[in-house]
């Protein structure tokens, strides 16, 4: 028999593991209640048609498949063959596949407004908390079955929601520990530089190819650019405009030069210069101008938001942006709406390598009484449950054991207290209180010992 193995691309999460990725979790929920944002889930698949088109053609690609039911009916098996045939030559067929599991939250959540429209109370902000899966290649930081902490708003089109989002972003990182950079830019930046470099149809082929930048290098952005049809005079302007640097003032003067006389990229500067005027001030969130940010999905059209963090090599840990006709993609037109995600996987593995988790997030059980016979154990129940009731968290001991091994256990759990119950003990109405972090003991009244411990 095989040795048992997980499929690539996930993870199994030890307690550890899940009190700390529980804390990330703990520290997002509350600043999205903070700021108004209310629950939704949504399921983990959906039908194929919702997700297929949203996300461009290598978008599509990642998309986890799953087989229709009944597949080795023999009545079904002809239309399995020609329906394989078309999946094997890059096409869908309902006769295998239907439904697919969720790529992101976004598009799911676009479904839900459209579906629900007519009851929800706009502006309507909501956040989701669920896993996502995507058909990648596993590497660092990158997997298959990962979690995405979303929270977006429809209905309006003030950028006032960029700014609360941004400050979102600020705060998150500020209670998690976690010094980083919040990168924005703008997609109508990037339409202008399409208009500029031979028409609407050109952007999605300069964002996904500009998408690549920090991993293929602006010599292959280029030549990528040149496959896709641009011609010389094109390409350099889009180099001209990947090398602006500077002060994000400096940056600005810049970009006006090269795209302020396109109608669209006036409104993207302006957009941009909104946001940094107003989020320092009034949310504390230091935003940095990042004409390079593209994010190469299709359904964003506005301001557009990337986080990175310092200090270790790490892709993005946050991003996302504005989108004023997602729900138009399920028959409900002109519903605006902004949005980001936090990457919650990437965002552990950083906290994990720079130590950012705080001591008192690995704990678990607080005390632990010893098992020293029958009669100490039923008087080691009432004293637990008075403790239990108090908040604080207890066990027995599972069986009457040498100390060696009850030690063994405490410490291999990270129990900080151990309780003695001997026979001694009880006739005394005392208990034996060990500290085992402090090496330290004492002896106290059983009565007392609710006051002994911290909740």
Known sequence: ?????????????????????????????????????????????????????????????LIFKILNNGLDNPAKQEQSKEGF???????????????????????????YVAMNYGQLSL????????????ADRPQKGRYREFYQCDCDVVGSRSLLNEVELAGIYSRVFRQLGLPVEIRINSRKILGALAEICGGAEKMMDI???IDKLDKIGIEKVKAELVVKGLNDEQVSIIEKY?????????????????????????????????????????????????????????YYTGIIFEVKALNVQMGSIGGGGRYDDLTGLFGVPDVPGVGI???????????????????????GTQVLFFNLGEAESK????????????????????ENAK????????????????????????ATGTCIVKDLKNSSQQTIQQSQLENQFEV
């Open 242 to 298: 990947l090398l602006i640097e500077g002060t994000d003032t400096e940056k600005i003067t810049e970009l006006k030069r090269l795209v302020a006389n396109n109608e669209t990229g006036r409104k993207g500067i302006e957009e941009i210069e909104y946001i940094l005027n107003y989020q320092a001030a009034e949310t504390g969130a230091k935003l940095l101008t990042d004409f390079t940010l593209a994010r190469g999905l299709n």
């Open 341 to 363: 995600s936090f990457g919650v996987d990437r965002i552990y593995d950083v906290m994990e390598e720079l130590a950012l988790f705080p001591e008192e997030v690995q704990s």
């Open 123 to 134: 502006p309507f902000k909501r956040y989701q908390i669920q896993p996502v899966w995507r």
């Open 403 to 426: 100390f060696d091994k009850q030690f063994k256990y405490a410490e291999k759990k990270l129990i900080p207290f151990v309780v003695i119950l001997g026979s001694e003990e009880l």
């Open 85 to 111: 045939e078309k999946i094997l030559s890059g096409k869908n067929s309902k006769e295998i596949t239907e439904r697919a599991l969720r790529y992101d939250l976004t598009i799911p959540f676009a479904r």
């Open 207 to 209: 964002t996904i190819a």
């Open 1 to 61: 028999m095989s040795k048992p193995a997980l499929p690539q691309g996930t993870r199994d999460f030890s307690a550890a593991v899940v009190r700390k990725r529980n804390y990330i979790f703990d520290t997002i929920r509350s600043v999205f209640e903070l700021y108004g944002f209310q629950p939704l889930e949504t399921p983990a698949m959906e039908n194929l048609d919702t997700l297929m088109g949203k996300y461009g053609e290598e978008g599509d690609k």
């Open 379 to 398: 008087a080691a129940f009432g004293l637990m449950e008075g403790l239990r009731n108090k908040g604080i968290a207890t066990e027995l001991f599972h």
